[in-house]
């Protein structure tokens, strides 16, 4: 299936962990996102690559690390875990180049709980 | 500036027509965008409209942009029960980057 997928979908962490997000799309986009939904459904930006290089750094912890490995790969990595950080981290990858409308694919999420 | 408003509730009954509200702030955006979220799902791109358009029409779906109040609406005809979900409008802030500000997003109740 052609799609953006994560994994993993569910993540339950104590505080203080390290833990990693992983996602992956194989629709061929130059553009990959990592988005944060909190538990009151406001989705904010927190960083994107266009062909590996970081383009969008958002005001994020330094705790929060982004690596892409290749177009098609964004991990999120995320030391030290805090309460604050339980949310549902969404994927998402676009076409920037050329005249394609930027229409942005979403990821089916990770729900991060830290206890 | 980077900011998108939405009402964060609304309430219809199956079969009546659904409008959803939305305000932004930044005039040069080109892209306005409806996504749709269901319940423990990602989000679903609806429609957009670019900002040379007052209208677009897509079957159910009609968008209406004020670019002079910078206001943009989200018309559902006969509204079903698998119409309820969250709505989030949303802006594109930079075409280069594709960087979006969305919405509190408007969560849309369908009684039967």
């Known amino acids: 299936d052609t799609a953006v997928s994560q994994t993993p979908k569910y993540l339950v962490t104590q505080m203080g962990n390290d833990k990693s997000i992983k996602c992956e799309q194989n629709?061929?986009?130059?553009?990959m996102y990592w988005y944060k939904q909190d538990s009151k459904k406001f989705l904010k930006i927190m960083f994107s690559?266009?062909?590996?290089?970081?383009?969008i750094n958002e005001t994020v912890p330094n705790r929060f690390s982004p690596k892409s490995p290749d177009k098609a790969h964004l991990n999120l990595h995320i030391n030290s875990l805090e309460l604050g950080d339980s949310a549902v981290y969404f994927c998402?990858?676009?076409?920037?180049?050329?005249?394609?409308?930027?229409?942005?694919?979403f990821g089916p999420g990770t729900r991060l709980t830290v206890l | 500036g980077e900011d998108v408003e939405q009402s964060l509730f609304l309430s219809v009954r199956e079969g009546d027509s659904s409008v959803i509200n939305c305000t932004y702030t930044?005039?040069?955006?080109?892209?306005l965008y409806w996504y749709k979220q269901e319940p423990g799902a990602g989000l679903q791109l609806l429609t957009y409209?670019?900002?040379?358009?007052d209208m677009k029409q897509d079957q159910r779906l009609t968008v209406l942009l004020n670019k002079k109040d910078k206001h943009l609406s989200l018309r559902i005809a006969d509204t079903q029960t698998g119409d309820s979900a969250i709505y989030f409008c949303?802006?594109?802030?930079?075409?280069?980057?594709?960087?979006?500000?969305f919405g509190q997003g408007t969560t849309l109740q369908v009684k039967p």
């Open positions: 998402a990858s676009s076409r920037t180049s050329g005249r394609a409308i930027p229409e942005q694919f």
């Open positions: 629709l061929g986009h130059d553009t």
């Open positions: 690559y266009n062909n590996k290089e970081l383009i």
């Open positions: 930044d005039s040069s955006s080109t892209y």
């Open positions: 409209i670019f900002s040379n358009m």
């Open positions: 949303a802006e594109i802030f930079s075409s280069n980057t594709g960087k979006l500000i």
